[in-house]
């Protein structure tokens, strides 16, 4: 379970519960109001359609959503003693023994003529 949210706290499942009730609803009134079965069953088609690519495109927008606050929440989070981060200590990764500036292949005017 999601912590301090309850069930009912989905404004998206709201939108898609409003939104499938008018599919049910539209064909019984426009039946009512004297338009034809057929009618009716068209319009009922293209709202369940249309109900049903806004919630695909809701979903998916919540869910990049939560994507990007996880992204932000681990760019806070410093590392601790558990989570260290690895640094490159290879040759040529910095100005370390066996590194290209520690053996003089960089001046301050660019590249020296050893290269």
Known sequence: MQSGRRPHDDPAGDVV???????????????????SFGGAAVATLGLVAVTAACRAMLRYSEKAERAAALVLVEERVPPGPGR???????AGSGPGPGSRARRGCYTSGGFSSGD
């Open 17 to 35: 519960r409003w939104a499938a009730f008018s599919c049910l609803l539209v064909p019984v009134v426009l039946v009512v109001y004297g338009a």
């Open 84 to 90: 260290r981060r690895h640094s490159r200590t290879g």
